[in-house]
């Protein structure tokens, strides 16, 4: 079985406007009349308004609602290519862009109108539009226990770069998030190194939707999940020109020394004190600009939190 983390963008939409070339017409039909109702939530003007939506159609309260849309909507036909993250899931895993029971599928998710709608198209087709299967987490969760064989929708406020400090608490959501998962599935391994495991779990990062500029922290959380676990860790995209899969070198990062280097920032995230070495300066951390001190970076927050750590400024 496998934990899949899957950065969603927001292709999606444009196949529900414009499904007549990939679906049998009576299907396209379906699916047309329902794009106005989906639009009209992607243009929502705040992203609360739509958190709500999908809170109200994911509870029991709202299951035959979900029902109802996933009837029009029809998910459980469209093809992979209705999006890049089910052409990643199809292509990378020979799934046919569908979540097997028992595995784990996490949609990363901007904290907008747009990245929760696209999150919940492609979570409807991904469990061929069974509702049922899709959980929404609109805030951290204190557990994570119960998600397995679901796919989660994990909506990442500050995940659209729009200032630092909140995408500083985006990357430390992502640290939480990560420890979760793994803690949940009885993954998490502290302190030793050379271990060799047969586990059938793995974990896979799937990085073709969602906003560019994230990538490189995702594969940061990546290599940190990977020093962490006892299961494989990899991460993939989808190579457009050949519609290929292309995985992504990762790097173990040594685990006393990222204690080390990060217990110098437990108090908040700048220091005057020099850290245990540089290994991670520029990656968790850099200088400050005044050259007086060392100043955590969002993915060193991030890397705070999977590790488990205390930062008292967050």
Wanted: proline share 4%.
């Amino acid at each position: 079985m496998a934990i899949y983390l899957i950065s969603v963008g927001g292709s999606i939409l444009n196949f529900v406007r414009n499904p007549s070339s990939r679906l049998d017409d009576a299907v396209a039909d379906r699916v047309a009349l329902a794009a106005g109702e989906i639009g009209d939530l992607a243009n929502a003007p705040s992203s609360e308004h739509v958190s709500a939506t999908l809170s109200h159609w994911l509870s029991e309260e709202g299951a035959a609602e979900a029902a109802a849309l996933c009837e029009r909507l029809a998910p459980g036909q469209w093809p992979s290519g209705a999006s890049a993250e089910l052409s990643t899931f199809e292509k990378a895993g020979r799934l046919r862009a569908r979540l097997t029971r028992g595995s784990t599928a996490v949609l990363i998710t901007s904290d907008t109108p747009v990245g929760l709608v696209s999150s919940l198209l492609n979570a409807l087709a991904l469990t061929g539009g069974d509702p049922a299967r899709v959980r929404y987490l609109p805030d951290l969760p204190d557990s994570f226990a119960g998600l397995k064989g679901t796919v989660v929708i994990a909506r990442v406020p500050g995940l659209d770069t729009s200032h630092s400090d909140g995408f500083r608490a985006a990357m430390a959501y992502l640290g939480h998030l990560g420890r979760g998962l793994l803690a949940a599935h009885g993954l998490l391994r502290e302190g030793r190194t050379g271990e060799h495991f047969e586990l059938d779990e793995n974990i896979r990062f799937y990085l073709s939707g969602g906003f560019k500029a994230t990538i490189p922290y995702l594969i940061g959380l990546a290599e940190g999940m990977r020093s962490l676990t006892k299961a494989a860790v990899s991460a993939c995209v989808l190579f457009e020109a050949t519609s290929r899969t292309i995985d992504l070198p990762l790097r173990r990062l040594p685990h006393g020394v990222v204690l080390k280097e990060l217990e110098r920032f437990s108090a908040g995230n700048v220091t005057d004190r020099q850290p245990y070495s540089d290994v991670l300066e520029g990656y968790a951390y850099e200088r400050a600009d005044d050259g007086t001190g060392w100043e955590l970076t969002p993915f060193g927050a991030g890397l705070q939190a999977l590790y488990g750590m205390r930062n008292e400024a967050q």
